[in-house]
Structures are given as C-alpha cells and as structure tokens.
C-alpha cells in the first residue's frame, strides 16, 4: 500500500533554475516527512525535514513545503546546480520509526 | 569507521543458496533498520532492532527472511532458499535514538539471485 507518492520518476532543469520536485500522501496521520537524496552505488542521505506544524522548512538552497489539506509537499531547491543531480525521495514514519519512502525522482541538473 | 559499514557490497547467489548480509551501524547508535530497495522503488521497511530486541519484523516478506542483533551492535540479515524476487538492494541504517526521524543509512548490499 503506497502511502507515500512521487508522481513524476524523473526531472531535468537547467544549472542554475528551480528545480520542484513533488510528493503526496494519503495518510493522514502522518506528522513528520523527510526528504532523502540518494546518489547511484550509494545509500540515502537526509537532506531536509519538516514537522506537520509547520508549512516551510528552510536550509540553504533547499526548502520544504506542506500544504496538509492537500496531502502535498514539495522540496524546492534554488538555484539548481550539477552536484545535486540525484534520486530524491519523500518518507514518512509510521509507528514512529519505520519509514514509508515515496518511489523517488530521478533530477538531472545540465549546465 | 564513522558510517554504517556493509557487507559484501556486491553478492551473486544461485537460486536456492543461502545469503547472509552483514551491518555495522555507527557506534552507540540503539536502532537498527533493514531495508529493501527493489530496482526502480523506494527503499522499503522489512525490520527494527531497539539494541539486541527486534521489536518490529512486520516487513520481512516470507519466513525465508531472518534478522538478528545478538549483542546490540553488528546486525545479519540471513535470506534462506533464496529466490530471483529476493533481488534487489539490501540497506541498513542506524540511529542514536528509536525514532525514525534522523537516521543513517549504509550504502546498501546488492543481491541478484540468478
């Protein structure tokens, strides 16, 4: 049961634009959702989180959003750059530890 | 070493062999993690350990799979009879705490079953 959803398996945006990618959920309960960026041959890493309170986190280039009566958050990185070329992907706890992952976005940053 | 150390990385099993996926996670860190990323999926959740108790197995996909923590740190996760399904890549990942909010993964073991 997919409860974390990344519609879109891949995005290209040029060096230097925005670069939106986008998750949905289906759960309600969920209250915690964090973004992972994963690199080929190696494991995921955390990149930003962000608590149901709130509706923005913000660190650096990167910010989350959530919009909770949409059942949406989307991760904005600006400005895009070569390096962040990566797979990206949504979870959410369930239980407290047991991270439900979306199905990732693959972005490509072109110079 | 500073991270979650796997091995082997890379494993090729005949179908029918027995695996066995070793995890060392950060030093100090209480819960342990196994997940399963299928080729083109996110990663998934198949088991947690709070120290040496494995408090949650509810994501192991068949009794083939077997996972345990005897002494609260090292971690093997044992697939028994192993089939083409079973492939995919194997990670671990640790945290300081038992919540799942921070946690560091392991660059993974890769498994293709043939």
């Known amino acids: 049961d997919q409860q974390v959803k990344q519609n879109s398996p891949s995005l290209s945006v040029q060096e230097g634009r925005i670069s939106i990618l986008n998750c949905d959920y289906t759960?309600?309960?969920?209250?915690?959702f964090l973004w992972y960026k994963k690199y080929p041959a190696e494991g995921p890493t955390f990149l930003i989180s962000i608590s149901s309170i709130k509706d923005k986190n913000e660190d650096g280039r990167f910010t989350v959003f959530l919009n909770k009566s949409a059942k949406h958050l989307s991760l904005h990185i600006v400005p895009s750059q070569p390096g962040d070329s990566a797979v990206y992907f949504c979870?959410?706890?369930?239980?407290?530890?047991?991270?439900?992952f979306g199905k990732g976005t693959s972005l490509l940053v072109t110079p | 070493g500073a991270g979650v150390s796997q091995s082997p990385r890379y494993k090729v099993a005949k179908r029918g062999q027995d695996v066995a996926l070793r995890c060392d996670p950060i030093?100090?860190?209480?819960?342990l993690f196994w997940y399963q990323q299928a080729l083109g999926q996110g990663p998934e959740f198949l088991t947690y350990f709070q120290n040496e108790a494995q408090l949650d197995k509810s994501g192991l996909p068949s009794d083939r799979f077997f996972a345990e923590r005897p002494e609260g740190s090292v971690s093997t996760l044992k697939i028994q009879r192993t089939q083409q399904e079973d492939s995919a890549v194997y990670l671990c990942a640790s945290s300081l705490d038992s919540s799942g909010n921070t946690i560091y993964f392991g660059e993974g073991s890769w498994l293709t079953v043939v």
């Open positions: 030093s100090g860190h209480v819960s």
């Open positions: 759960n309600s309960m969920f209250d915690y």
């Open positions: 979870a959410a706890p369930v239980a407290g530890y047991a991270l439900n």
